[in-house]
């Protein structure tokens, strides 16, 4: 196999699955490396995503591991083989890598949750809104880069949009939808977006207003994507130099408990809709 430069996050992902598979049968590198007929530098590779595998490999090593759970083996050997190249490929060497690595997540999702405390998601927002917000970086983003990153952001609703779309549920607090990143008018026109997107069967909103008592929470925004089993679930919450990929199950267990808390304290769906065109109204 051809060395990878800058594996994926999903080809990370799927070498940090097997390695997790190896730890948990008590095994070192080296002992599964023999078992599977080739070096310790050559499994590290295969665990930190520099090179690919086949099918067989993958059955190989999760023969070896003692694993027993088919769904989790079958997602991994379709995450060994996919060679998808999606829309998000177009980007590369154009925009920085977890733009197109969040791309490829959704792709790959059973469902997408989000909880936002400053910004619109953004599945939700339109294209003047996604400029000013990358518009306010520092240092400023050269202005081709900045329309690409606006175009980059439109595309990736395609995982809301028919024919097939997800399951998304988004918890929106309401300073998020109070901050003007635009002018009034933007900020109108994007109300009015979030709401008409609320109507589909597919896609619920919860609002956390200002007057709730007790909550605590308002640091805790983050994306979360299910995978085809879930132990491939994925976290993804902003780092200094871009997105952070979280895939550990504790880690993951901990995501889950915390959307179930930040849920509980929102809205309701229809209260939320209410909440945001009566916010709509008073612009």
């Known amino acids: 196999m051809t060395r990878r430069r ?7 992902r799927l070498g940090a699955e097997l390695q997790r598979l190896r730890e948990a049968a008590g095994l070192k ?6 078992a599977l007929g080739t070096d310790s530098a050559r499994l590290s590779q295969i665990e930190s995503g520099v090179v690919g ?18 769904e989790l083996i079958e997602a991994l050997v379709a995450m060994a083989t996919d060679r998808t190249r999606g829309w998000w490929e177009e ?5 920085p890598t977890p733009f197109l690595d969040i791309a490829e997540l959704e792709h790959h999702a059973t469902y997408r949750l989000d909880v936002e405390f400053l910004h619109v998601p953004g599945l939700f927002q339109t294209e003047d809104y996604a400029r000013d917000v990358f518009s306010y ?7 081709g880069e900045l329309e690409l990153r606006v175009q980059h952001r439109m595309e990736r609703k395609v995982i809301i949009k028919e024919p097939a779309p997800i399951p998304y549920e988004a918890v929106i607090h309401e300073a998020a939808l109070r901050i003007r990143v635009g002018d ?13 997107l609320s109507e589909a069967d597919h896609i619920t909103v919860r609002v956390i207003p200002f007057d709730l008592d007790g909550f605590a929470g308002a640091t805790n925004a983050m994306m979360y994507a299910g995978g085809t089993v879930p132990k491939l679930d994925t976290a993804v919450r902003d780092a ?4 952070g990929f979280i895939g550990s199950e504790a880690q993951l267990g901990a995501f889950r408990t915390l959307f179930r808390k930040v849920k509980a304290a929102s809205l309701e769906p229809p209260r939320s809709r209410d909440f945001i065109h009566k916010l709509a109204k008073e612009l």
């Open 6 to 12: 800058q594996p994926t996050a999903r080809q990370m």
């Open 91 to 95: 980007y590369r060497g154009l925009l």
């Open 184 to 196: 009034r008018t933007a900020t109108r026109t994007q109300l009015s977006r979030v709401l008409e």
């Open 137 to 143: 970086r520092v240092p400023e983003v050269p202005e």
């Open 29 to 34: 590198g080296r002992e599964a490396a023999a």
């Open 240 to 243: 200094p130099h871009g997105a």
């Open 53 to 70: 595998m086949s099918e067989n490999t993958v059955r190989r090593l999760a023969a070896n591991y003692a694993c027993t759970d088919q």
